[in-house]
């Protein structure tokens, strides 16, 4: 594993963040203020051979952000790429042993809830881990190895939830807050599939984070999550979206969201 690496890369960087956090899809404009002291490509640092999905560059950058040391992931590994659970997880099991003690999660999601408009942010409140239920966790061992049972109630940390709406206020953006389907994906979900998911409670769905949020809690990290809406999700309207609709979307919420990110990281970091 690459611990040793990611760690050479802090050194590097001569910064020892406390926060880490993930962009998703078409969200790269969010960090573009970032002041990098030290990068590297995600493939290499994690082992990982797969193609380039658009809008996901894969680099850990580290550096500054809105002032505050940070580690950043852009771009992310999915279960639809042919890895496990495990291989998704990979870059937040690879944070144990760091000074990092707080991650940040972002995506992009489709929005089951008929009031969610595209553009929206979602604080995610909790979840529901579809692969998950079905046997996929980044927490299965090897063959005969020792498990761990980890709990999963208030994954996504109550105070941190409390710092990001006060964050989102104090700019001035709405935030809504809601239950996360995790699918595997790639196929866009069915009209059934969709009454389904808002049948069950989930008011977004989306590809990704859910892996990342369990290994970060069997790692004992505290976790916040926020979804941008980049296109309807909702049974009875006829348009699926395409991964193109998805990124341009992404692209627009980011505004927002950075607006958001830029108030709440120096809170994240101070606390
Ligand atoms: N479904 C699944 N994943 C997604 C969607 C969606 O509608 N939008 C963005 N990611």
């Known amino acids: 594993m690459t611990h040793a690496d990611l760690n050479a890369l802090l050194v590097a960087s001569g910064l020892s963040p406390r926060v880490a956090l993930v962009i998703g899809s078409g969200l790269a404009p969010v960090v573009?203020?970032?002041?990098?002291?030290?990068?590297a490509a995600m493939d290499d640092l994690f082992r990982v051979q797969v193609p380039a999905v658009p809008g996901h560059a894969r680099e850990?950058?580290?550096?500054?952000?809105?002032?505050?040391?940070?580690?950043?992931?852009?771009?992310r590994y999915h279960l639809y790429q042919g890895l496990t659970a495990a291989d998704v997880a990979a870059p937040i099991r690879a944070l144990q042993g760091t000074p990092v003690r707080r991650?940040?999660?972002?995506?992009?999601?489709?929005?089951?809830?008929?009031?969610?408009?595209?553009?929206?942010?979602?604080?995610?409140?909790?979840?529901?881990?579809?692969?998950?239920?079905?046997?996929q966790s980044p927490l299965i061992p090897p063959r005969g190895a020792e498990v761990d049972f980890i709990p999963m109630r208030d994954a996504y940390s109550p105070e941190l939830r409390?710092?990001?709406?006060?964050?989102?206020?104090?700019?001035?953006?709405s935030l809504r807050e809601g239950v996360y389907a995790m699918v595997a994906g790639p196929s866009y979900e069915t009209a059934a599939e969709l009454r389904f998911l808002r049948a069950a409670g989930a008011d977004a769905v989306?590809?990704?984070?859910?892996?990342?949020v369990v290994m970060a809690r069997a790692i004992?990290?505290?976790?916040?999550?926020?979804?941008?809406?980049?296109?309807?999700?909702?049974?009875?309207e006829p348009a699926t979206?395409?991964?193109?609709?998805?990124?341009?979307?992404?692209?627009?919420?980011?505004?927002?969201l950075a607006a958001v990110l830029r108030e709440l990281l120096p809170r994240l970091a101070g606390q």
């Open 32 to 39: 573009a203020e970032l002041d990098v002291a030290a990068r």
């Open 60 to 75: 850990v950058v580290v550096g500054r952000f809105a002032g505050v040391p940070i580690l950043v992931y852009l771009g």
């Open 206 to 212: 989306g590809m990704s984070t859910v892996p990342e």
């Open 162 to 173: 409390e710092l990001a709406h006060a964050a989102a206020r104090a700019v001035g953006v």
């Open 241 to 256: 979206p395409s991964h193109e609709e998805v990124v341009r979307e992404g692209a627009r919420a980011a505004e927002r």
């Open 103 to 135: 991650l940040v999660l972002t995506n992009a999601a489709g929005g089951l809830d008929p009031a969610f408009q595209v553009g929206d942010l979602m604080l995610i409140r909790d979840h529901l881990n579809l692969p998950g239920l079905a046997g």
């Open 220 to 236: 004992g990290l505290d976790v916040l999550a926020l979804s941008t809406i980049t296109n309807r999700a909702v049974a009875d």
